[in-house]
């Protein structure tokens, strides 16, 4: 048996029924699937491979848990990471400098400083100052920064507004059409190794239409500085390819998104590298909750459940879809309303949905969110932080505990001036 799966009446995680790790580890509890993340992260890896020689980095702000990065490195994967924690996290779990990534719209000069310290593999700049203060930051320390330029190709990548980033609106990249010149400045520059080009349109592509786009752009540009005399090495594809949340959704597979980008990126002759996030972990993961009372409402009862949008941030702030079951279905099915005990009307995790009929007590999951849930995670009307456990055949560990609301409080001070 693999990831998620009913065993006579119940659900499991691998071989682990739910019922147990929730009655061990209490609930709200995020359970990923070690098998799960392993069959994603070989199915991108063997899609990719037509392209050639190619960089693995695992988008860790999509599953940032140390377990989970440990997994992946050990499946060869390196990291693309956002900030100095996710820098730290990816160290942390064991992967190697050179192996790390660093994006981000906004790094520090601290951040930079403490990357090149490390030995970040590569820097990919958002901006034209930014390169200026690497290598400056560089030279003062007698190294030389690898770097791209992430360039926004102005494409529609034809998703939910708050994860496109690569319309010339989004405040991602810059812009494609100056790129040329910004990389005549900049490639001079002692202290950078400015070896390429970087591209992320967006998250959960239902399509390669968009990406290809995108990409062929990028090609044209590479043509261009190599023109201009230029060396690339390295371009960088980024992430975004989406994963099945619902019936009906047919996202890109592994092996098709490789073949357009063999097809696409034939005789670049560069190392091709990319920063998969969701569709590695969304479906390695699943949030379990207790059913706490079953309310009863205008139309349809509300379902109201020991999770809320604090630990699962995706269906309020991207009214995005997370299919629902109960652990232990009774057969009989409602249609009813999901919500949680956070106090904002946001804080609904389904309307009007044909679900399991449950009582109080009663176990349901939310399932795919193994990608942006319990890193988005806060501790909104002081509930505590949600742990995370991870199975692997018939073994499961707790990877990440639950943070007491009490734990959060004692870094809180009352001066004594009041
Ligand atoms: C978020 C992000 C990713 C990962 O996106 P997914 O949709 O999870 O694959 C990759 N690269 C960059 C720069 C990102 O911001």
């Known amino acids: 048996m693999t990831d998620f799966e009913y065993s006579n009446g119940e659900l499991y995680a691998e071989q682990v029924p739910l019922a147990r790790i929730a009655e061990q580890v209490g609930t709200p509890v995020y359970v990923y699937s070690a098998e799960a993340f392993r069959r994603r992260a070989r199915d991108f890896r063997d899609g990719v491979a037509q392209a050639g020689r190619v960089h693995l980095a695992f988008a860790i702000k999509a599953n940032p848990n140390l377990a989970v990065l440990r997994l992946l490195a050990n499946e060869g994967y390196g990291a693309d990471v956002v900030s100095g924690g996710e820098m730290a996290r990816a160290l942390a779990a064991g992967m190697a400098a050179k192996d790390i990534v660093f994006s981000g719209v906004g790094k520090t000069r601290a951040e930079l400083a403490t990357g090149l310290d490390k030995g970040i593999g590569q820097f990919n700049l958002e901006l034209e100052e930014e390169g200026v203060v690497l290598a400056e930051i560089a030279r003062s320390k007698g190294l030389v920064a690898p770097a791209t330029l992430r360039v926004n190709p102005d494409v529609d990548a034809g998703t939910h507004a708050k994860i496109s980033t690569g319309k010339a609106e989004n405040k991602f990249g810059l812009p494609i059409d100056q790129a040329p010149d910004i990389f005549d400045r900049l490639a001079p520059l002692g202290g950078l190794n400015l070896r390429g080009v970087a591209v992320h349109i967006g998250s959960q592509l239902k399509s390669l239409d968009p990406l290809e786009k995108a990409f062929v752009r990028v090609g044209e540009l590479v043509a261009e500085l190599r023109g201009r005399g230029h060396t690339i090495t390295h371009v960088d594809l980024g992430g975004g390819l989406g994963v099945r949340y619902q019936d009906g959704d047919v996202p890109p597979t592994a092996q098709e998104f490789g073949a357009m980008v063999a097809r696409v990126t034939q ?72 919500c949680g005990p956070v106090c904002e009307s946001s804080d609904v995790f389904a309307k009007d949905r044909e679900i399991d009929a449950v009582k109080g007590g009663d176990l349901i999951v939310l399932h795919s969110a193994g990608a942006y849930g319990a890193t988005m995670a806060s501790t909104y009307n002081s509930r505590p932080l949600v742990p995370e456990v991870l199975v692997s055949g018939d073994r499961h560990a707790i990877v990440a505990g639950r943070i007491a609301a009490e734990t959060i409080m004692d870094e809180e001070q009352v001066p004594d001036w009041l």
């Not at 920063?275 to 009372?293: H, K, M, Y």
């Not at 309310?295 to 991207?318: E, F, H, I, Q, S």
């Open 267 to 338: 005789g670049w002759d560069v190392e091709l590298m990319f920063e998969p996030g969701r569709v590695i972990s969304a479906n390695a993961g699943l949030l379990v909750t207790e059913v706490l009372w079953v309310k009863p409402g205008v139309t349809n009862p509300w379902v109201v459940v020991d999770a809320a949008m604090n630990d699962l941030a995706r269906v309020a702030l991207y009214d995005a879809h997370h299919d629902i079951s109960s652990v232990k279905p009774s057969g009989e099915r409602i249609v009813a309303n999901v």
